[in-house]
């Protein structure tokens, strides 16, 4: 029965805790766009690296003649 005398307190003031952190992340917009990062890893942007990678070997390779 003492450890609730610990227990208690030490539930509580985690929950709270956890409370203000939720608070706080709405507060600073962490939550403003939920759809974004889910349809961003769907873009096909690999096309524009691969021109880049392309270009810079041939830059590279000019280099050595």
Do not use: K
């Not at 208690?8 to 759809?35: I, V």
Request: charged fraction near 20%; charge should be negative.
């Amino acid at each position: 029965m003492n450890i609730l005398v610990l227990l208690m307190p030490l539930a509580l003031g985690l929950g709270l805790t956890g409370l203000a952190a939720f608070f706080w992340c709405m507060r600073t917009g962490q939550f403003s766009d939920m759809d974004g990062p889910g349809w961003r890893i769907l873009e096909d942007d690999d096309v524009g690296r691969e021109g880049v990678l392309v270009e810079a070997a041939g830059a590279q390779h000019q280099d050595r003649l």
